[in-house]
Every structure is written in C-alpha cells, then in structure tokens.
T-cell receptor, first 109, second 111 residues
Framework: DVKVTQSSRYLVKRTGEKVFLECVQD?????MFWYRQDPGLGLRLIYF???????EKGDIPEGYSVSREKKERFSLILESASTNQTSMYLC????????FGPGTRLTVT | QKEVEQNSGPLSVPEGAIASLNCTYS??????FFWYRQYSGKSPELIMS????GDKEDGRFTAQLNKASQYVSLLIRDSQPSDSATYLC???????????FGKGTTLSVSS
C-alpha cells in the first residue's frame, strides 16, 4: 500500500522561528515534492527533488529550503517563519503516479 | 493562458446522475494526465491516470483524453453524496517533470 507520511498534522510556530517539516515515503520513489495549498490559489509547488541530494526550485521557493539526504526522506525548512507562510503543506512522491501525504497545517503567529 | 484550466464550480448534480468534469491544458506536448479527489481538509487522492487518447474506465469513473483538442475529462456515473469533493486535474509535460495542477472543480451531489 502506498504510504507518504508527514511529521505533524498541525503545527503552530512563532514569527522568526526555524521550522522543519519532514516527509517520508516507503515506495522507493525517485521524485519527491513539497507544495503549499491556500484557498483560491490552488496547489503551488515549492521545491522538488528527483534524486538524493538533488533539488529543483518550484514556483514559490522564496523563504524555503529543502534537504534530501536519503531517498525516502524530504525535508522542508522555513528559515525564519512569517505569517504569510501560514498554510497547508503537502508532501508528495512519485515515479509515474504521484501520491500525497496527509498534509501539515502550519500556523505562524 | 493558464497551463491547466478547470471551471471552479460548484457543479451540482442529483444523486444517481452522471457528473462531468472538464479540464483543458495549454502545452500540446503534455504526456500524462491525472485526476485527484480532495475532500475538505484532506490531501488530494489519486483516482485516475490516463496517458493515451480515448477512454479509461475504473468502476464508476471514466477518464477521457483528447490530445488534439487538449482536454481531459472525468465522468462519474451513479453519483453519490460521498463523491462531493473538489476534483483536481493535473498534467505532466514530460517524464521527470513536476505535475501542473488546475485549481479544481467543486462537485456537490445532493441526495
């Protein structure tokens, strides 16, 4: 069974904090993705990775960084959280078909 | 022109009817097409993938692809209230590239 897990379902952080969102997949997928989803704006790609230690910027990489040290794990880092980063964060993985994790609803106050 | 376009809806159908969801895309060379269902507060769930022209059926769902006209559609037969959700169309231009998502169509099935 396909499985993508994310470290937290809900997270509340303060402005200026460094935030780590973790994603793990057990399907031996090559590609992993981080999106954010906001009402009216749809799914927006932040970063993706097609191999260990490789990363590509998506549509909205500003204010974010990523790390992929192992094939199964892809981390999203908010270097200094801001209120406009309050959102639903979705991780996904794929070879051909793409599967999403349950999402992390992050609130930055 | 947006890369992947969907009507936002809401699309309202009575229980038992056929729901028809449509999506158009701008890049004629796009290779792979996907439909996701997303319930409120949940993450998107893959329901269909289609790669070649024509129809692909899976239970009550049928995906239709017409590359010449650059559209892909999803038909849901015998719609149920549990089908009420937002349906996202996604397109992959080439192998190894990220999916491009439409903003979704909200479907409401009334009992």
């Amino acid at each position: 069974d396909v499985k993508v897990t994310q470290s937290s379902r809900y997270l509340v952080k303060r402005t200026g904090e460094k935030v780590f969102l973790e994603c793990v997949q057990d399907m031996d997928h090559e590609n992993m993705f981080w999106y954010r989803q906001d009402p009216g704006l749809g799914l927006r790609l932040i970063y993706f990775s097609y191999d260990v230690k490789m990363k590509e910027k998506g549509d909205i990489p500003e204010g974010y960084s990523v790390s992929r040290e192992k094939k199964e794990r892809f981390s999203l880092i908010l270097e200094s959280a801001s209120t406009n980063q309050t959102s639903m964060y979705l991780c996904a993985s794929s070879n051909y078909e793409q599967y999403f994790g349950p999402g992390t609803r992050l609130t930055v106050t | 022109q947006k890369e992947v376009e969907q009507n936002s809806g809401p699309l309202s159908v009575p229980e038992g009817a056929i729901a028809s969801l449509n999506c158009t895309y701008s890049d004629r060379g796009s290779q792979s097409f996907f439909w996701y269902r997303q319930y409120s507060g949940k993450s998107p769930e893959l329901i269909m993938s289609i790669y070649s022209n024509g129809d692909k059926e899976d239970g009550r769902f049928t995906a239709q692809l017409n590359k010449a006209s650059q559209y892909v559609s999803l038909l849901i037969r015998d719609s149920q209230p549990s089908d009420s959700a937002t349906y996202l169309c996604a397109v992959r231009k080439r192998v190894g590239t990220a999916l491009i998502f439409g903003k979704g169509t909200t479907l409401s099935v009334s009992s």
